[in-house]
């Protein structure tokens, strides 16, 4: 049975962990989290108590995914479809239309590829990288590409992680071109846009996510914690990614599993 092939499997958390203050883009509204009751605010007849808490947070704050009503281009959604939405949300194309995906994923690790642990801010990954990144795999249709920068070494320096000022590595439109010819049924990174940003730049322009999501159809997960699928040598892995089905929404936070088999996890020296 399949729980017997995954006996003594290595399981990587791949998401960074969400509390109030945490780097996030200046777009969407903070992640908040506020005990609503604490332990003897109520005490019942036996001696019991509860503590239960009120979570504020926008879809697209921390490990998140990006549903395809996310972006539009000159008033067009994916499909060609007007970006109609009500106080509802998107009747089309919201993260609740996503299907959980369990499959393989693959690891291009474009900062080892330049022999550094973390790419510069503000480097434009390029398709050359990408595909010296790739050497040696076959990426197929329907898989999932995470691209490695080392960002998620600097989740604890928000300024830093946020890139406003320096920039933040991430792909360029020629890479989301060749992303998207792959036909690949998601794409990934540590930065909190999955996108090259420029010093100074900002979130001007994200012709990657237009590429993506819009042209292509391409669910992108973004901030997420690659640092121990890095460090781990693995470049292949069986991946799990079920973002929260919100309604209408265009996008909800996520926590990606990598699994690797005990035979992969011994070959990429992870100790379990």
């Known amino acids: 049975m399949l729980w017997n092939d995954l006996a003594g499997a290595t399981v990587l958390d791949l998401a960074q962990p969400m509390q109030t203050g945490m ?4 777009n969407h509204p903070p992640f908040r ?11 019942r007849a036996d001696g019991g108590s509860a503590s239960n808490e009120i979570i504020i947070t926008g879809g697209h704050v921390g490990t998140h995914v990006d549903a395809l009503a996310h972006v539009s281009q000159d008033g067009l959604v994916h499909g060609g479809s007007p970006a109609v939405a009500d106080h509802r949300g998107f009747a089309e194309g919201g993260i609740d239309s996503f299907t959980p995906y369990v499959g393989r994923g693959v690891l291009l690790d474009v900062a080892a590829v330049h022999g550094v642990p973390v790419l510069p801010a503000g480097y434009e990954i390029t398709v050359d990288d990408l ?3 790739a050497s040696g795999l076959t990426i197929n249709p329907g898989d999932v590409v995470l ?3 080392g960002w998620s070494r600097h989740w604890h320096e928000p300024e ?3 890139g406003a000022r320096d920039g933040v590595p991430g792909p360029g439109a020629a890479a989301g071109k060749w992303l998207a010819g792959l036909g690949v049924r998601a794409a990934g990174g540590e930065t909190i846009a ?3 940003l420029a010093p100074g730049k900002g979130h001007a322009l994200l012709p990657v996510h237009r590429i993506l999501l819009v042209e292509s159809g391409i669910n992108i997960i973004e901030t997420m914690r690659l640092l121990p699928l890095l460090e781990s040598g693995a470049r292949e892995f069986l ?17 990606p599993l990598a699994v690797l088999p005990a035979t992969a996890a011994e070959n990429a020296g992870v100790s379990r």
Request: charged content about 20%.
């Open 194 to 196: 999955f996108e090259h």
């Open 33 to 43: 989290m506020l005990l609503e009751r604490r332990h003897g605010d109520m005490v």
């Open 147 to 149: 691209i490695g920068t």
């Open 23 to 26: 780097p996030q883009s200046p």
């Open 160 to 162: 830093k992680f946020i």
């Open 239 to 255: 991946l799990v990614l079920n973002p929260l089905p919100i309604v209408g929404a265009t996008g909800a936070p996520v926590r």
């Open 131 to 133: 595909e010296r990144a």
